[in-house]
């Protein structure tokens, strides 16, 4: 999944608007906000469910993913927005979450991920300006 920058922040809602119009421009009948696109789910009721998650990636962020070629699926948010929401759940602000190879810095707060490490980095690098951590 391609990572996209629109005011320094990862705009998931822009990137589901954009693979609707290709999907209705490729050959299905466009229609209005109730046409079913994906198992019998409407459009909106994919976009609510991707609001609800609010994962964003700052500009800092979304770049180290690049140059660092980590890939992020859609599981992968899913996960980050769980794990953000069991930060906050326990008075965590700024959290390390670890997932398999990768190490985020995010602000459980505003969902927000600050910057991301690959395992090769993990191994050399102290984290500083977190409240906890969480493993996923």
């Known amino acids: 999944m391609s990572n996209e920058i629109m005011g320094n922040r990862y705009n998931l809602t822009d990137a589901i608007i954009r693979q609707a119009e290709k999907v209705n421009s490729s050959g299905s009948k466009p229609g ?11 459009f909106q009721e ?3 469910e991707q609001l609800s998650q609010k ?8 770049q180290r993913t690049e140059e660092r070629n980590i ?3 859609e599981n992968d948010l ?6 953000c929401d069991r930060a906050q759940q326990k008075g965590i602000k700024d959290a390390l979450i670890v997932m398999e190879d990768h ?3 995010v602000n459980a707060l505003n969902k ?13 690098n102290i984290f500083t300006h977190i409240d906890g951590a969480v493993f996923i």
């Not at 994962?55 to 979304?62: L, V």
């Open 32 to 42: 209005g906000a109730d046409s079913r696109v994906n198992n019998g789910r409407s």
């Open 46 to 48: 994919i976009l609510n």
């Open 55 to 62: 994962i964003s990636f700052s500009k800092h962020a979304n």
């Open 71 to 73: 890939q992020i699926s």
């Open 78 to 83: 899913n996960r980050l927005g769980d794990a």
């Open 103 to 105: 190490a985020f810095i």
């Open 112 to 124: 927000t991920v600050i910057t991301v490490v690959d395992k090769n980095e993990m191994k050399s």
